[in-house]
Each structure stands twice: as structure tokens, then as C-alpha cells.
């Protein structure tokens, strides 16, 4: 006999919990930690390793890696505080505004397009002292940076924040009525799209396209970054446009939509025009190339040392080489070669042992 299950436990309600408000930061000791900057620390460190291992791959040194990284590292902050202040300017200069806030980086809020235009410049200052080209470390930074993103959406999981509107699904995200993200026109316990999950997920995948395309076409030059940049703003039009928090909007051809949705739209026209430029007119040669001309790294050059040596002790006297059956004294070799001489009667000569040269 079957049992019938009571109304309740067949509509028990599916959905993402978001953590407890005091978990969003710790205190240790006189610092408050939060776990905002973890997230994008822990997705730096990632991107770091991962991409040293495929620069390694390339043929250079990985510890340049990390002479790249602590100039594009904090350019990239920067960058993207920059970008998010001026693409949600109403928050810090708006009527109810604060300004003071735009310093708040441990709150949340880096624009990804700041975060690499200002890090490429960074990236750029440290390849010039490192003698690296700047695509080199691109292409080998490309995966890492999807990989970054991924890790470091979940801060804004913590913080409660960056959701998209409301939704029925299974996977629907809980936001704390009590938060100040929360819509006032909300109804307590709508659920809202887990924008930084479909983010997170999408970037994920993306880095296993990325490395399989790597793998399988070998893509360098800056073709592997603009891969990059084209698959990531594919992704982000539509995440985008998903998302309620404030934004700047613009209205271009009749149509308005948030200003990182007309980003992300420019950026992936015109990622996707320079990886075809790339691909049709690149030199492989110089594609393949990771160091800047004349910025080599020292090859040692034993044999040709040891020749140098050999052929420099040779002509001073000052050392002695043991000769080869080619290379023999002349008289030992007339001797050798008249007992061989075709048609020739003579006998071999005997050394005289007293007038034989000594030998070392």
C-alpha cells in the first residue's frame, strides 16, 4: 500500500540560503577580516600559480611571473574601484550619497573592465623590467583571470549582494530582508537569481574551453586573451542584465540597458575583430616569442667554452692535449704513413728511445 505524503512535504521550497549577516567579517586580533577580500585574494593566488605553470610551459622563467604580478596586481584594484565608482557613481555621489564610501573596497564593488585596463598597464611596466612580452603573459593570464573572477563572485554571495530579480526557480537565492541590498518593494522571502553563481559557473566553464582550445590549437600572439575577453563578455551581457542593484543606464539605439551591458557588447565586437586580425596576420615566429628581443635569458655555452679553452691552450703551449689518431705529432705520422704507403719496400724506422719525446 502506498502512503500519501502530506500537501507539505510535497511543495517544500528549494532555493540558495545566503550565509549569516556576521559572517561577511572576523575579527583577528586588531584587524577585521573580510570575506569579500579573501574571495579575491584566494582567486589572485590561483591565478598566479596557474598561470606561472603555463608560462613555464611556454619556455620562460615562472618567477617572472611574480615580478609581473606586483605591479599588475594592485593597478588592477584600482582599476576596478575606479570603474565601479564611476559605472555606480549615485551611491557615492549621489543626493544620498557618500563619497568617503569609494574608499571602501572591503564593502564589494571592483569593475572587471577597470580591473584589467588599469592592470594591463601595470602588467605592462612589470613585463618591460622583466624583459617579457606583454602578450606572452597575457596568453599565459588568460584562463587565470576567468578562474580568478570565478572565485572571487562568491564575496558578493557573503556580502548578499549584486542578485538579479525575482524568481520562482529551485535554485533561487534568499536575501535577509534586514539587508540593506534587499528591495524595498520586495515581499520578505522572494528569492532573487544567484547572479554571482551563474557567473561563477560561466567562468568556470570557460576555463576548461579556454585550456582545451590552448591545448588543441595552441593559440598565443594575444589570441588566447582576446579568447578570453570575447567568451567573458558573451557571458556577462546576459548575467548582466539579470542583475536590479543601481547602475548607470544608457539608452543607445532606443534601447536601455546598464552601462556594463553596452561594455560588455563593444568589448566582445571588438575582442572577437583583433582575434581574427590576430589569427589571419600573425607571424608564428613571433607569436611563439616570450622574451623581448636582446632580453633573453643567459644560455650557458659549455662546448663551445670548452673549444675556446682547448684551442687557446693549443696555440700558447701553456697546456697539453692528448692528439687523436688524426691529430698525431707530424714525424709520428710520416713514420706511420710511409710503413702504409702503397707499393713502398721501405721498413718502418725504429725510435731511437733516447731521442724520443717525453709524453705527459
Known amino acids: ?27 583577528l586580533g586588531p584587524l577585521v577580516i573580510h570575506a569579500y577580500a579573501l574571495c579575491i585574494l584566494l582567486g589572485i593566488i590561483l591565478a598566479l600559480f596557474l598561470t606561472q605553470k603555463r608560462f613555464t610551459r611556454y619556455g620562460g622563467n615562472g618567477d617572472a611571473i611574480w615580478d609581473v604580478a606586483i605591479w599588475a596586481i594592485p593597478f588592477g584594484i584600482i582599476g576596478g574601484r575606479l570603474y565601479h565608482v564611476f559605472s555606480s557613481p549615485d551611491a557615492y555621489f549621489g543626493p544620498d550619497g557618500d563619497p568617503v564610501r569609494a574608499f571602501y573596497i572591503w564593502q564589494g564593488g571592483l569593475g572587471i ?44 554571495w557573503f556580502n548578499q549582494e549584486l542578485f538579479g530579480g525575482p524568481t520562482d526557480l529551485p535554485w533561487g ?90 561594455t560588455s557588447i563593444v568589448i566582445f565586437i571588438v575582442a572577437v575583430a583583433i582575434l581574427v586580425y590576430l589569427s589571419m596576420r600573425q607571424d608564428k615566429n613571433d607569436a611563439t616569442a616570450v622574451y623581448l628581443p636582446g632580453r633573453e635569458p643567459a644560455q650557458k655555452e659549455d662546448e663551445g667554452a670548452s673549444n675556446a679553452v682547448a684551442a687557446s691552450s693549443d696555440d700558447s703551449g701553456s697546456a697539453t692535449v692528448s692528439p687523436t689518431a688524426d691529430q698525431a705529432p707530424p714525424g709520428e705520422n710520416d713514420r706511420g704513413n710511409l710503413s702504409e704507403t702503397k707499393g713502398s719496400s721501405a721498413a718502418p724506422v725504429p725510435q731511437d728511445p733516447a731521442k724520443a719525446e717525453p709524453r705527459d
Not at 500537501?7 to 549577516?21: F, G, R, W
Not at 588599469?118 to 593570464?141: S, T
Request: with cysteine.
Open 1 to 27: 500500500m502506498n502512503a500519501v505524503l502530506p500537501s507539505s512535504a510535497k511543495t517544500l521550497p528549494a532555493s540558495i540560503p545566503s550565509p549569516p549577516a556576521e559572517w561577511a567579517s572576523f575579527e
Open 113 to 156: 573592465w577597470g580591473a584589467v585596463a588599469l592592470g594591463a598597464v601595470g602588467a605592462w611596466i612589470g613585463c618591460r623590467r622583466a624583459g617579457v612580452r606583454l602578450a606572452a603573459f597575457a596568453d599565459a593570464a588568460a584562463p587565470g583571470l576567468l578562474l580568478a573572477q570565478a572565485v572571487g563572485r562568491w564575496g558578493n
Open 173 to 262: 537565492l534568499e536575501i535577509d530582508p534586514s539587508n540593506a541590498n534587499f528591495p524595498a518593494d520586495a515581499d520578505p522571502g522572494t528569492l532573487f537569481h544567484p547572479t554571482f553563481l551563474y557567473e561563477s559557473l560561466w567562468n568556470l566553464a570557460g576555463v576548461a574551453i579556454l585550456l582545451l582550445l590552448d591545448r588543441r590549437f595552441r593559440l598565443r600572439g594575444g589570441r588566447m586573451f582576446w579568447l578570453y575577453a570575447a567568451y567573458y563578455t558573451l557571458g556577462r551581457v546576459w548575467i548582466e542584465a539579470l542583475r536590479i542593484d543601481d547602475a548607470e543606464m544608457i539608452t543607445l539605439f532606443g534601447v536601455t540597458q546598464r552601462l556594463n551591458v553596452w
